[in-house]
């Protein structure tokens, strides 16, 4: 017998819930354009493999591949906009945000082995050259490089924009950088333009497109055809730069990887209002014991000087301290004890608590200006921190510890006619001096909040005859 469910959940195939989350996209009137593009690019990608099978041509088989991620491209366009439209459920409750991240690295992972299958074809025709027909060569170039130019500067793509932005330059980007430099000097107007780095997508089309005209230069005049294989080689080794990046900086969003090399942890971060849209604020940032400082504080600060314009950074290396136990905390001597009638455990396990947790046996340099011992951190402790916010009423140094009553002096106490020296209730003499306080258990408290040897003798002793 189970549970009664008056309404009963219609369970839909995974097909019925794509073909439903498919709707909602297409229902938005911004995502049609996303879907033309799609079914256009579905047809030139079409074309474009048919003649690269005609030409036989592996340079432009490689540069198909750029048509290809543009597919891939206008895929995630539409998880983005998918995105945008579906709420936080109670399953996931941060979004579906991650999505984005998902398809952008899965998009680039997947180019760059489309390229490595590239580069592995290219070796073993460099074995045994084909011939290269270059009926359709140009054309198929022109076609490709249209379409691909197309798609990205009609096509607003979000998450695309945002990585190539955030990673990294690549190789590529480096070179023409350069070059850039140089043509700026003598026309300063292309500056908006080339500088501070072209957009990677439009460059690996550009140089791919140029890549394709020159083999089709070489294998007219010459009849080389071997030139369509370095083609073919160089291609597939500028869409591995340029993807690679881009991968790196989504995995490590994916894995939560921190991007400052270095830096282990930002605390007691303090940021206030200056004035109408001017912040300050200062931070402690902990990094690595072989990291370098001025490295780490020139990331960090070129990180946060945008939004913060006045900004205090203090950066400390990480310093771990290990201090062996056994030689802070000294052996017992159960000695001390001379009872007769007091059990040898007994003895021994009282005397581990009343000598070898003694405040004299914690060296100075555990120990804070009030007297408790430090946490094993290498980060800076606050001594005015506030409370914890989940203390859950259990005695620590922010509660106080419950103290039981003693017992009156005219109780019943047996074998009172023995001699006993019975002294305060010993659970009234633990609690009071700190034994139910966990986090003071190394701070000394116990050997000397105890009732006395004798006492003790006095009370393993009734235990032993009651």
């Not at 036989?56 to 366009?77: E, K, P, Q």
């Not at 190539?164 to 590529?172: F, G, K, R």
């Not at 107007?189 to 497109?209: E, H, K, Q």
């Amino acid at each position: 017998q189970g549970t009664i469910h008056p309404f009963r959940k219609t369970h839909r195939s995974i097909f019925g819930k794509l073909l439903q989350e498919f709707r909602l996209v297409a229902s938005d009137r911004r995502s049609w354009r996303i879907l033309l593009f799609g079914a256009l690019n579905l047809l030139c990608t079409g074309c474009l493999l048919m003649w690269c099978s005609s030409t036989n041509s592996m340079a432009l088989t490689a540069y198909t591949y750029l048509t290809i991620f543009d597919l891939f491209s206008l895929i995630t366009c539409l998880i983005s906009s998918w995105v945008t439209m579906k709420k936080p459920s109670q399953l996931y409750s941060f979004g579906f945000e991650r999505l984005e991240v998902l398809s952008v690295f899965a998009s680039t992972v997947l180019v760059q082995l489309g390229a490595l299958f590239i580069l592995k074809e290219s070796v073993e025709r460099f074995m045994e050259q084909p011939e290269v027909h270059t009926g359709r060569l140009l054309v198929g170039t022109f076609v490709a490089l249209f379409f691909n130019l197309l798609t990205l500067l009609s096509v607003r793509n979000k998450p695309f924009a945002y990585v190539s932005e955030a990673a990294s330059s690549s190789w590529l980007q480096e070179h023409v950088a350069d070059l850039s430099r140089s043509l700026c000097g003598i026309i300063p107007g292309l500056s908006s333009v080339l500088l501070p780095r072209m957009n990677p997508f439009v460059l690996i089309n550009m140089a791919g497109a140029l890549s394709l005209c020159i083999t089709y230069m070489l294998i007219e005049i010459n009849n080389y055809n071997a030139v369509d294989t370095a083609s073919a080689v160089a291609i597939a080794l500028m869409t591995f730069g340029t993807m690679y990046p881009m991968s790196v900086y989504s995995g490590k969003v994916l894995l939560q990887v921190s991007t400052l090399d270095g830096v282990l942890e930002v605390r007691n971060e303090h940021f206030w209002t200056v004035g109408f849209g001017s912040l300050a604020g200062s931070a402690h940032v902990r990094i690595r014991r072989d990291a370098n400082e001025q490295l780490v504080l020139a990331h960090v600060t070129n990180r946060l000087l945008p939004l913060v314009s006045t900004l205090t950074v203090q950066i400390f290396k990480d310093d771990w301290t290990r201090p062996l136990l056994s030689g802070a905390l000294p052996s017992s001597n159960p000695s001390s004890f001379t009872s007769s009638s007091v059990p040898p455990g007994a003895v021994e396990g009282y005397a581990g608590l009343s000598s070898s947790f003694s405040s004299s046996s914690v060296p100075a340099h555990l120990t804070s200006a009030g007297g408790d011992l430090d946490p094993l951190t290498s980060t800076p402790s606050k001594l005015t921190s506030p409370p914890p916010e989940f203390s859950f009423n259990t005695p620590g140094r922010n509660v106080q510890p419950v103290v039981l009553p003693a017992p009156p002096h005219h109780a019943h106490r047996p074998y009172a006619g023995l001699g006993l020296n019975y002294g305060p209730s010993p659970y009234t003499g633990m609690l009071s001096q700190g034994l139910a306080r966990p986090g003071a258990g190394l701070q000394g408290e116990l050997g000397t909040a105890a009732a006395g040897q004798n006492s003790a003798a006095g009370y393993f002793k009734y235990l032993k005859e009651t």
